[in-house]
């Protein structure tokens, strides 16, 4: 979805209009953050920002994709080990989560959104998103070790429900935290689905 409107204003102008999106909506969420709160957060009036996107739902969705973006641009080449690579995509969008003012609440919200349409356009925005870093974050990864019974597919659902899931219980703690925890939880899945060997 393009925004031309948007894009005609200086960089300095859209970063602090996208800081003050992710800072409003990251707190609130979605259904009670009001377009009002936004603008006073950038000082811009809101007819310049319907101007821009046309109502709160596009704007919503263009952080939603803004953040996607950033995420994918650091996406790397992981090694050999699929866990290894786990843990290295989470320190990455950690980097990003720290970049941007608000980012991190705001990826947040999205995780305990609950208005299912916007839920599912999310869920869809982020598949396309997902598919092109993992593709490049697995390049590499030595599957023989997984056991037999179990496939890149069984290990790369399981691993992302546990990832969302924690993030979801643990929201309100330090990203530093959060990130302890999944490396735990990857310490044992590692034990449940690799072959004896490489544990």
């Known amino acids: 979805m393009a925004f031309p409107n948007f894009e005609k204003i200086s960089a300095e102008k859209q970063q602090r209009i996208v800081n003050a999106g992710f800072v409003a ?5 979605y259904e009670k953050t009001s377009i009002g709160e936004v603008v006073e957060l950038c000082g811009i009036s809101k007819a310049s920002l319907f101007h821009y ?3 709160k739902h596009d704007f919503y969705l ?10 994918i641009e650091h996406a790397c080449e992981g090694g050999p080990d699929f866990f290894e690579c786990l843990i290295l995509s989470n320190k990455a969008k950690l980097q990003v989560m720290q970049s941007y003012n608000g980012l991190y609440d705001f ?3 999205v995780i305990t959104e609950n208005d299912l349409d916007l839920q599912n356009e999310l869920f869809r925005r982020n598949q396309q998103a997902v598919g092109t870093s993992l593709q490049l974050l697995f390049k590499n990864v030595k599957w023989d070790k997984l ?4 496939t890149p597919d069984i290990a790369i659902e399981l691993t992302s429900y546990v990832s969302s899931g924690l993030v979801r219980a643990h929201a309100h703690e ?9 490396k735990l939880m ?3 899945l590692r034990t449940a689905l690799y072959k004896p060997e490489f544990v």
Not at 25 to 29: E, L, P, R, V
């Open 62 to 71: 263009y952080l939603y994709d803004f953040a996607c973006d950033r995420i």
């Open 25 to 29: 909506f990251g707190k609130n969420g």
């Open 53 to 55: 996107f046309g109502n």
């Open 147 to 150: 056991k037999p019974e179990v």
């Open 107 to 109: 990826l947040l919200g």
């Open 174 to 182: 330090a990203p530093e935290q959060i990130d302890a925890h999944l």
């Open 186 to 188: 990857f310490d044992l």
